[in-house]
């Protein structure tokens, strides 16, 4: 396992700040030794069991909080600073996806269009309106270039790319410079396609030579100069990766080194002008069907469409866009979905912020679900942010209170499932939580987290929050205690007095 660290500005070395969330933290046997065996415990016990762990000498300088409740009878069975506040990381999208899906229901789908007008009897034009959908691809822009070449339109002569559905600005203020430049920090814009990122590979060679850059898209081969100072090395010797991208022009670099047979790594670099990328493929998609294309444009100012509907694509159900955000964490799918929601429940004040709108629908659509507007502040609908502050408790009411409404199985099976799927399918296999815990994973660079719901084997449904904030270690280090934690839980059984 090596660390595929993406580098900001002009190819200068920064901390990591993304942390793979679903890297391998202990073999099974490793995890059925800290505490995943046949062992029983009471739930008198559990209390003097977790502050064995949470008190260990490598966690002296960090802090802890933990909240475990039953989640029939809302008894507490172990709480730690359960109500101050802490940095969540990707927990966040817990308030995000619960809020969207309450908001805006599980068949919720996302529209885009485009219209046909004309500025002389002689001139076609079209405008392609974006409304937020992070599924988007190049496939989908192909289906409506196939609709308006059955139409029969053979030549546009201008084409205008509407990417006014969000109002603010797409990159937000409080993320790090280094998360802006990566895939996982790509802008949030109307108009998402391919998720706003450029996709590459990078493979080890024959020793000696440096390594192979490869893009997913050949066609950015001759956009971008690669300064690649990378090295093949031999088996005994370490791994790292470094990619980052220039600010100013196509220019990507690359470092480090893999060894000589190894496996190759993905990385993204994010699209800094996503508008004008958007419009350009489309553009190439109307001529790849025989459509001749003319001016290209961007919209300016927020209109209301005019003209004829002539082509139109649908998002996948809301239901398999919050999965998307849960089990694998994704970040743009979460960002766009939180200013899907703020649009549709602001007012007609067209200039919010689409970010500002969303995050106070957040708490009008939470409250009444029994989530305390006080334990938490929140900047981001992903997590990225460091400006985000939570509390365990306000975690546990909105996986308590999702659990009560007409959308707990979708909320629930839209989490990573121990074991088996999504951030945490290298976490917990063999052991007796594997299937048993659907939950949300956190981590950036001194933040972890865990929340969600377990079933242990002999005990009552339980919903968890843990949070460790302050880690001087890798998280790669500290992520076993919490492993630990809910291992502890899978052993316990109902004790008498």
Same mark, same amino acid.
């Given at each position: 396992? #090596?660390? +595929?660290?993406?580098?900001a500005?002009m190819?200068?070395?920064? %901390?990591?700040?993304?942390?793979?969330?679903?890297? %391998?933290?202990l073999?099974a046997?490793? $995890?059925?030794?800290a505490g995943?065996?046949?062992?029983s415990?009471?739930?008198?016990?559990? %209390?003097?069991?977790?502050?064995?762990?949470?008190?260990?000498?490598?966690? &002296?300088?960090?802090?802890?909080?933990?909240?475990?409740?039953?989640?029939?009878?809302?008894e507490?069975?172990?709480e730690?600073?359960?109500?101050?506040?802490?940095?969540?990381?990707?927990?966040?999208?817990?308030?995000?996806?619960?809020?969207v899906?309450?908001g805006?229901?599980?068949? #919720?789908?996302i529209?885009t269009?485009v219209?046909?007008? !004309?500025?002389?009897?002689?001139?076609?034009?079209?405008?392609?309106v974006?409304?937020?959908?992070?599924?988007?691809t190049d496939?989908?822009?192909?289906?409506?270039?196939?609709?308006?070449? $059955?139409?029969?339109?053979?030549?546009?002569?201008?084409? @205008?790319?509407d990417?006014?559905?969000?109002?603010?600005?797409?990159?937000?203020?409080s993320?790090?410079?280094?998360? @802006?430049?990566?895939?996982?920090?790509?802008?949030?814009?109307?108009?998402?396609?391919? &998720?706003?990122?450029?996709?590459?590979?990078?493979?080890?060679?024959?020793l000696?030579?440096?390594?192979?850059?490869?893009?997913?898209?050949?066609?950015?081969a001759?956009?971008?100069?690669?300064?690649?100072?990378?090295?093949?090395?031999?088996?005994?010797?370490?791994? #790292?990766?470094n990619?980052?991208?220039?600010?100013?022009?196509?220019i990507?670099?690359v470092?480090?080194?893999?060894?000589a047979?190894?496996?190759?790594? !993905?990385?993204?670099?994010?699209?800094?002008?996503?508008?004008?990328?958007? +419009? &350009?493929? #489309?553009q190439?998609?109307?001529?790849a069907?025989?459509?001749s294309?003319?001016?290209?444009?961007?919209?300016?100012?927020?209109?209301?469409?005019?003209?004829?509907?002539?082509? !139109?694509?649908l998002?996948?159900?809301?239901?398999?866009?919050?999965?998307?955000?849960?089990?694998?964490?994704n970040? +743009?799918?979460?960002e766009?979905?939180?200013?899907?929601?703020?649009?549709? $429940?602001?007012? *007609?004040?067209?200039?919010?912020?689409?970010?500002?709108?969303?995050?106070a629908a957040?708490?009008?659509?939470?409250?009444?679900l029994?989530?305390?507007?006080?334990?938490? $502040?929140l900047?981001?609908?992903?997590?990225? !942010?460091?400006?985000?502050? *939570?509390?365990p408790?306000?975690?546990v009411?909105v996986?308590?209170g999702?659990a009560?409404?007409?959308?707990?199985?979708l909320?629930?099976?839209?989490?990573?499932i121990?074991?088996e799927?999504?951030?945490?399918?290298?976490?917990?296999?063999d052991?007796? @939580?594997?299937?048993r815990l659907?939950?949300?994973?956190?981590?950036?660079?001194?933040?972890a987290?865990l929340?969600?719901?377990?079933?242990?084997?002999h005990?009552?449904?339980?919903?968890?929050?843990?949070?460790?904030?302050?880690?001087?270690q890798p998280?790669?280090q500290v992520r076993?205690?919490?492993?630990?934690?809910?291992?502890?839980?899978?052993?316990l059984?109902?004790?008498?007095?």
């Open positions: 396992m #090596f660390w +595929l660290v993406i580098l500005g190819g200068w070395s920064v %901390p990591l700040k993304a942390i793979a969330e679903t890297e %391998p933290v073999s046997k490793q $995890q059925i030794r995943g065996g046949t062992a415990l009471c739930p008198r016990q559990l %209390p003097e069991a977790i502050r064995a762990i949470a008190n260990r000498p490598q966690f &002296q300088r960090s802090r802890w909080g933990i909240l475990i409740r039953r989640l029939d009878t809302g507490t069975l172990y730690q600073e359960s109500t101050r506040y802490f940095i969540p990381a990707s927990n966040v999208k817990l308030f995000t996806t619960a809020a899906l309450q805006l229901g599980p068949q #919720f789908r529209r269009s219209y046909q007008g !004309s500025e002389s009897p002689n001139r076609t034009v079209l405008r392609i974006g409304r937020g959908d992070p599924s988007l496939e989908q822009l192909g289906n409506l270039a196939d609709q308006l070449q $059955q139409r029969g339109i053979p030549r546009v002569d201008r084409v @205008i790319a990417d006014q559905y969000f109002q603010g600005d797409p990159i937000n203020s993320w790090e410079w280094e998360d @802006i430049q990566s895939g996982y920090g790509a802008p949030v814009n109307s108009l998402i396609l391919n &998720q706003n990122e450029i996709s590459l590979t990078i493979a080890p060679q024959s000696g030579q440096p390594l192979r850059v490869s893009w997913d898209d050949p066609s950015q001759n956009q971008w100069r690669v300064d690649n100072r990378s090295m093949t090395v031999a088996t005994s010797e370490p791994e #790292f990766v990619v980052g991208r220039d600010v100013s022009q196509p990507l670099h470092s480090g080194q893999l060894r047979g190894s496996e190759p790594d !993905s990385a993204a670099i994010a699209i800094l002008n996503p508008t004008q990328h958007f +419009l &350009q493929t #489309f190439q998609a109307l001529v069907h025989h459509i294309v003319g001016q290209g444009a961007i919209a300016t100012r927020p209109d209301s469409p005019s003209g004829m509907e002539v082509a !139109s694509i998002s996948p159900p809301m239901t398999d866009l919050i999965l998307e955000a849960n089990q694998d964490s970040n +743009l799918y979460a766009s979905l939180l200013r899907i929601l703020g649009v549709t $429940q602001a007012s *007609v004040d067209t200039t919010t912020s689409s970010l500002e709108a969303g995050l957040v708490q009008t659509i939470l409250t009444p029994g989530v305390d507007p006080q334990g938490y $502040q900047a981001d609908g992903s997590g990225l !942010s460091r400006h985000n502050l *939570v509390s408790a306000a975690l009411q996986l308590t999702m009560r409404s007409p959308h707990a199985d909320f629930r099976r839209s989490l990573a121990a074991g799927s999504g951030t945490l399918q290298n976490r917990f296999r052991t007796p @939580i594997q299937g659907h939950g949300k994973t956190g981590a950036m660079s001194g933040v987290a929340s969600g719901y377990l079933d242990p084997p005990y009552s449904p339980l919903v968890l929050s843990i949070l460790l904030n302050q880690a001087d998280i790669r076993p205690a919490i492993d630990e934690m809910v291992l502890l839980l899978g052993q059984t109902p004790c008498g007095t």
